[in-house]
């Protein structure tokens, strides 16, 4: 409940909604339902507490985490996830794309004034032609911006975002799931077999169990990278249904 509260009180628009402040709180999710079943006195004071959180730029803070560590995810994984992508897909070499495809994507970008390599340019020098791809993506992002707001891509850029930013936390996630477990239990032994509390605090148990399976399993490489080529291949796509100024 305190959750929703806060995403009501928040200002922020779709994409920190769902891509920065969304990933952030899954992080602490365990250890909140471990204070709401553990601590119900604690939690009340909590959703108490929320808008003065909210003044205080916690949830601002926690938004701004998410990003940052999906920021330095994209930088450590430079070439395969985010703007390179697009810069890939553009690339003669690539087979991801159709060719006559391709060849759309080229003839509208030229048809704007940016160069790209030929076939023979590319291959002659790769990294020039990387560069040149990656400005083509980069004008292209801002081309349609505008349009962002109202189309399919801004759903895949948040598909992606959140992606990445989940997979940034995830170190942060399973230290705070270990922690929720292993505090879970010792509440539980605490408790005693006659409490009215054993089987929530069992049945908590196997949830964040499951939780930390599905962060170490589901939240991967690959789950960013094909939302990565998906918004990329979107993105790209804007060029055969360019956005008015």
């Known amino acids: 409940m305190a959750i929703d509260t806060v995403l009501r009180e928040l200002n922020f628009d779709r994409y920190d909604r769902n891509a920065r402040l969304?990933?952030?709180?899954?992080?602490?999710?365990?250890?909140?339902?471990?204070?709401?079943l553990w601590l119900p006195k604690v939690w009340t004071l909590f959703g108490a507490l929320t808008s003065l959180l909210v003044a205080c730029g916690v949830t601002?803070?926690?938004a701004q985490l998410a990003r940052e560590r999906g920021r330095s995810l994209e930088r450590r994984w430079r070439g395969v996830i985010g703007r390179e992508h697009t810069a890939i897909l553009l690339s003669h070499a690539s087979m991801a794309l159709a060719a006559p495809t391709k060849a759309r994507y080229h003839a509208f970008l030229a048809s704007k004034g940016l160069v790209l390599p030929t076939v023979e340019e590319e291959r002659l020098n790769r990294a020039k032609a990387h560069e040149l791809y990656r400005?083509?993506?980069e004008w292209l992002l801002e081309y349609t911006r505008s349009k962002a707001a109202i189309s399919l891509l801004l759903d895949e850029n948040i598909s992606y975002g959140f992606r990445r930013n989940l997979m940034g936390l995830k170190p942060i996630a399973l230290l705070i799931l270990v922690l929720a477990v292993v505090g879970n239990a010792i509440l539980i032994y605490l408790a005693g077999p006659m409490s009215k509390m054993?089987?929530?605090?069992?049945?908590?148990?196997?949830?964040?169990?499951?939780?930390?399976?599905?962060w170490?399993?589901?939240?991967?490489k690959a789950f960013v990278v094909d939302a990565s080529l998906a918004y990329a291949q979107r993105l790209l796509a804007q060029c055969d249904a360019p956005a008015t100024s």
């Open 22 to 36: 969304r990933p952030a709180l899954l992080v602490v999710l365990p250890a909140l339902v471990l204070i709401a």
């Open 60 to 62: 601002f803070l926690l």
């Open 135 to 137: 400005s083509a993506g």
């Open 198 to 214: 054993l089987w929530p605090g069992i049945a908590l148990e196997v949830g964040l169990l499951a939780a930390t399976c599905a």
């Open 216 to 220: 170490v399993w589901m939240i991967n």
